[in-house]
């Protein structure tokens, strides 16, 4: 059986604390199921940890994540504690998204060096296992090769048990497959280069889109129905003429969940169409610009 739609939006900034509180009421009230925040150093966006917090203070049914969280920013100690709060105080509806650190401007920057794909991926691998045992409960003792914990007992602990919902964005092998063994929730996107420059465009197209479900897939074996599978709506032409939207928007991932265009029963028809092709029922906007027009969608779509 299908998935019910679940529909998300990226929100970066607001001109004040009252302008952010009706932005997320605004995406509750259209049924948004949650409201994310992406983590980076570099360019105009709020602090994920008190964005998160003001927008769950804000509302009573949205759920608050992050699109995603670059671990190397935070020991897991640390967000571990930011984490279980926000759990805490939303009643439950936190999302966390977790990344390994990706954007090189970010690294270059901060003055902090950007390791190999294969580091990263490792820490995060810990990082999540470390986190995962604080929110169980008692002393957590864990001797990693990036990360050492002696005797850490988490207090306050979450509210959903054992722990917030993690999803994982991203989608190269060793992501996909972390995420196989780790996540509740899989965004999945173009692999990222190594060098941090940006997406890897030899990993675009539907070909390589279905390649990565299928990777998850042979890896979480008799998990993979536990998974919840989305992806983020890069670009969206409602009302559009799907061949003339692609000529004067052109992307690497036309063909693909990521791209919709066309009427709004066309865009709805081929959200149904992705979720019983590849069981993709998560659709998260990426562009708040194209909010009034998604919000169409959703209002059709959300829950069904």
């Known amino acids: 059986m299908s998935r019910q739609f679940r529909f998300g939006a990226v929100l970066r900034l607001a001109d004040s604390g009252r302008a952010w509180a009706d932005k997320a009421r605004r995406l509750e009230d259209d049924g948004f199921s949650t409201l994310l925040v992406p983590d980076h150093l570099v360019g105009p966006r709020f602090g994920p940890v008190a964005a998160m917090t003001a927008a769950a203070c804000a509302t009573e049914t949205l ?3 992050t699109l995603v969280f670059a671990n190397d920013f935070r020991h897991p100690a640390v967000l571990a504690k930011e984490a279980a709060t926000i ?3 939303s009643d439950g509806r936190l999302e966390l998204g977790m990344g390994t650190g990706w954007m090189a401007r970010d690294y270059d920057a901060a ?7 294969g580091v990263r991926v490792a820490r995060l691998d810990e ?4 986190m995962k045992a604080l929110w169980r409960g008692g002393p957590v003792n864990f001797e990693g090769k990036h990360y050492k914990i002696a005797g850490l007992e988490q207090d ?3 509210a959903r048990k054992p722990g917030p919902r993690i999803m994982l964005g991203g989608g190269g092998p060793k992501m996909l497959a972390l995420a196989a063994r780790e996540a509740d929730v899989v965004n999945l996107t ?3 280069r190594a060098d941090g420059a940006g997406p890897d465009l030899r990993d675009s197209g539907i070909a390589q889109f279905r390649d990565k479900i299928a990777t998850l897939k042979a890896a979480a074996g008799s998990r993979f129905g536990e998974i919840e599978l989305g992806t983020s709506v890069l670009s969206l032409g409602l009302g559009a003429q799907p061949e003339a939207w692609s000529a004067a928007n052109p992307s690497a991932q036309e063909g693909t969940p990521q791209v919709l265009a066309g009427s709004l029963d066309e865009v709805c028809d081929a959200l149904r169409r992705w979720r019983e092709e590849l069981g993709i029922s998560y659709f998260v906007l990426h562009n708040e610009d194209d909010l009034p027009s998604f919000r169409q969608v959703v209002s059709r779509l959300a829950g069904t």
């Not at 003055?111 to 794909?117: H, K």
Request: charged content about 15%; aromatic content about 0%; overall charge negative.
């Open 87 to 89: 759990d805490l105080l």
């Open 190 to 192: 173009m692999r990222v």
């Open 111 to 117: 003055g902090m060096e950007l390791a190999s794909p």
């Open 156 to 158: 306050p602990l979450p």
């Open 63 to 65: 759920n608050v994540g």
């Open 127 to 130: 990082s999540l296992q470390v």
